[in-house]
């Protein structure tokens, strides 16, 4: 069983940057792993994946170039760095366990944690 747990959400102002974290406890190395968002009144939505070495990285188009996805495996955690923020970007942002890179699916949800992005 794997537990995620995110953090590093908040609120900002358009242009700005936060990064996100995410931290297992049980073994995800050798896992993908992915961060997804839901916006309210709609869908939740892939936003990147990483392989499970960190050598390979996934994005949706809307945010590429201004989003990265990295690991640090020897500390279980997951980050998003987000840059150039902007208000469509507001949404409970989650991370998962992938269940293959760079799937939609996952095996393991975190509970999530608000972006807001103001204009």
């Known amino acids: 069983q794997v537990q995620l747990v995110e953090s590093g959400g908040g609120l900002v102002q358009a242009g700005d940057s936060l990064r996100l974290s995410c931290t297992a406890s049980?073994?995800?190395?050798?896992?993908?792993m992915g961060w997804f968002r839901q916006a309210p009144g709609k869908e939740r939505e892939f936003v990147a994946a990483?392989?499970?070495?960190?050598?390979?990285?996934y994005y949706r188009d809307s945010v590429k170039g201004r989003f990265t996805v990295s690991r640090d495996n020897a500390k279980s955690t997951v980050y998003l760095q987000m840059n150039s923020l902007k208000p469509e970007d507001t949404a409970v942002y989650y991370c998962?366990?992938?269940?293959?890179?760079?799937?939609?699916?996952?095996?393991?949800w975190g509970q999530g944690t608000q972006v807001t992005v103001s204009s």
């Open positions: 998962a366990v992938l269940a293959w890179y760079p799937s939609g699916r996952a095996n393991y």
């Open positions: 049980g073994r995800t190395s050798s896992n993908a």
């Open positions: 990483i392989t499970h070495n960190g050598g390979s990285t």
